[in-house]
């Protein structure tokens, strides 16, 4: 969690920086990231390549920056294929995930060597030549509640992700028919019940563990998924309780790990800030940030996001606090933020609110309802704000 102390260096540094037109800025916390990055690679047994799930932030310096920290991409779409290239991802860092790989794809992807490209279904594997030159890995759905909420639960039955894991003997067979050379699960995003995801581990290796009986060094690799809900870096994190998990569930296994995170890694290593356009009596305060870049929050639950407020001059807004909700500034009835939270009685015009955590799923869904203008974004490097990319008008 971002101190206050940086938070008022931030400002400081920030503020004059800014035009009239910015409105609202997307922001990244480098030091924040480098240390969840850090973190991730210390959890796990050494050797796990960690490819990070490019549709939770897609800004092309944040793709540049988890590049030059060692980690690898996972791409959902061919598009996210070219950006982790553009981004100078080796291919045998990039993940290929997307359910919908259309015949051109594959062949666009055919010669980079090492990709792992993991298919959807069994009939997906016809598309595939035998001159592939990447690592073909088929989709398991372990079909487990890992507790992940209903929307982002992969693993139930009927979900569009993945060969049901019932369908093992199907899955052995083409395994063995076809030159598949990995296995990959994605159990759902925000698992909370860690227990019954090494249940889902298990079955993976034992799986892999099947085919290898019958081909011997047939299976190489194991992709493992994302899914961790985000939290601040403690004593005894969530994260370290998984890596452990999976070093139990593997050891001595010699299959190359590979990972997806994205919400945990990018979560808290975004904020936000807007200027207060608004405040209405008694307690409606409008901002500049909505459903366009909180899509998931405003349109399903929203998450608590801390949030201060901050004087033209980077001096923090204090006093008695006062219940508001907040506004965003689409034109529909639904577009609040937040609703009953407490913040400074004495809210005024032309103030910014500052909303931390807000690194994932936010700039990357960013929505073109109402055709508003997307922010400027800018790293926090520990020192000053630089500027990643200009505000972008939306051409339709
Ligand atoms: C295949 C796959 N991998 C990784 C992720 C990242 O999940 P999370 O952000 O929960 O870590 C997702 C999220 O949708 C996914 O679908």
Same mark, same amino acid.
């Given at each position: 969690?971002?101190?206050?102390?940086?938070?008022?260096?931030?400002?400081?540094?920030?503020?004059?920086?800014?035009?009239?037109?910015?409105?609202?800025?997307?922001g990244v916390?480098l030091p924040?990231?480098?240390?969840?990055?850090?973190?991730?690679?210390?959890a796990f047994p050494?050797?796990v390549?960690?490819?990070?799930a490019?549709?939770?932030?897609?800004?092309?310096?944040m793709l540049?920056f988890?590049?030059?920290?060692?980690?690898?991409?996972e791409?959902?779409?061919i598009?996210e294929v070219?950006?982790?290239?553009?981004?100078?991802?080796?291919?045998?860092?990039i993940v290929?995930?997307?359910?919908?790989k259309?015949?051109?794809?594959?062949?666009?992807i055919?010669?980079?060597?090492?990709?792992?490209?993991?298919?959807?279904?069994?009939?997906?594997?016809?598309?595939?030549?035998?001159?592939f030159?990447?690592?073909?890995?088929?989709?398991?759905?372990?079909?487990?509640?890992?507790?992940?909420?209903?929307?982002?639960?992969?693993?139930?039955?009927?979900?569009k992700?993945?060969?049901?894991v019932?369908?093992k003997?199907?899955?052995v067979?083409? @395994?063995?028919?076809?030159?598949?050379?990995?296995?990959?699960?994605?159990?759902?995003?925000?698992?909370?019940?860690?227990?019954?995801?090494?249940?889902?581990?298990?079955?993976l290796?034992?799986?892999?563990?099947t085919?290898n009986?019958?081909?011997?060094?047939?299976?190489?690799?194991?992709?493992?998924?994302?899914?961790l809900?985000?939290?601040?870096?403690g004593?005894q994190t969530?994260?370290?309780?998984y890596?452990?998990?999976?070093?139990?569930?593997?050891?001595?296994?010699?299959?190359? +790990?590979?990972?997806?995170f994205?919400?945990?890694v990018?979560?808290?290593?975004?904020?936000?800030?807007?200027v207060?356009?608004?405040?209405?009596t008694p307690?409606?305060?409008?901002?500049? +940030?909505?459903?366009?870049?909180?899509?998931?929050?405003?349109?399903t639950?929203?998450?608590?996001?801390?949030?201060?407020?901050?004087?033209g001059?980077?001096?923090?807004?204090?006093?008695?606090?006062?219940?508001?909700?907040?506004?965003?500034?689409?034109?529909?009835?639904?577009?609040?933020? @937040?609703?009953?939270?407490?913040l400074?009685?004495v809210?005024?015009?032309?103030?910014?609110?500052f909303?931390?955590?807000?690194?994932?799923?936010?700039?990357? +869904?960013?929505?073109?309802h109402c055709?508003?203008?997307?922010?400027?974004?800018?790293?926090?490097?520990?020192?000053?704000?630089?500027?990643?990319?200009?505000?972008l008008?939306?051409?339709?």
């Amino acid at each position: 969690m971002i101190q206050t102390v940086e938070i008022a260096r931030i400002m400081t540094d920030l503020l004059p920086k800014l035009g009239a037109e910015d409105t609202a800025v997307i922001g990244v916390n480098l030091p924040a990231l480098t240390s969840r990055l850090r973190h991730l690679e210390d959890a796990f047994p050494e050797g796990v390549q960690h490819s990070i799930a490019i549709k939770t932030n897609p800004h092309p310096k944040m793709l540049e920056f988890l590049v030059s920290q060692g980690f690898g991409l996972e791409a959902a779409s061919i598009e996210e294929v070219r950006m982790a290239l553009a981004a100078g991802c080796s291919p045998a860092q990039i993940v290929f995930d997307s359910p919908v790989k259309t015949r051109n794809e594959i062949r666009e992807i055919s010669s980079f060597p090492g990709i792992l490209a993991n298919v959807n279904s069994l009939e997906e594997l016809d598309r595939f030549d035998a001159d592939f030159e990447g690592i073909l890995g088929i989709r398991i759905n372990p079909q487990v509640h890992t507790g992940a909420p209903d929307l982002y639960d992969v693993s139930k039955n009927e979900s569009k992700f993945g060969v049901p894991v019932d369908m093992k003997e199907h899955i052995v067979d083409a @395994a063995l028919r076809y030159p598949v050379r990995a296995l990959h699960m994605h159990s759902g995003s925000q698992m909370k019940n860690l227990n019954i995801q090494r249940g889902a581990l298990k079955e993976l290796k034992r799986i892999a563990d099947t085919i290898n009986a019958e081909a011997p060094g047939k299976i190489k690799v194991l992709d493992i998924g994302g899914g961790l809900l985000t939290e601040s870096l403690g004593s005894q994190t969530q994260m370290e309780a998984y890596g452990q998990i999976v070093a139990e569930v593997f050891r001595g296994s010699g299959y190359l +790990l590979v990972t997806e995170f994205g919400q945990w890694v990018q979560d808290e290593a975004g904020f936000a800030l807007s200027v207060i356009e608004y405040v209405l009596t008694p307690n409606k305060v409008f901002i500049h +940030l909505g459903a366009d870049f909180f899509m998931r929050d405003v349109y399903t639950k929203a998450r608590s996001f801390p949030m201060t407020v901050w004087n033209g001059d980077a001096t923090q807004v204090q006093g008695l606090d006062k219940v508001y909700d907040i506004a965003g500034p689409l034109c529909f009835a639904g577009d609040y933020l @937040a609703h009953g939270i407490q913040l400074p009685a004495v809210l005024q015009e032309g103030q910014y609110l500052f909303i931390d955590h807000t690194g994932a799923n936010t700039y990357a +869904l960013w929505s073109r309802h109402c055709s508003r203008t997307l922010p400027a974004t800018w790293a926090w490097d520990g020192n000053s704000m630089v500027k990643w990319s200009n505000r972008l008008t939306i051409g339709f």
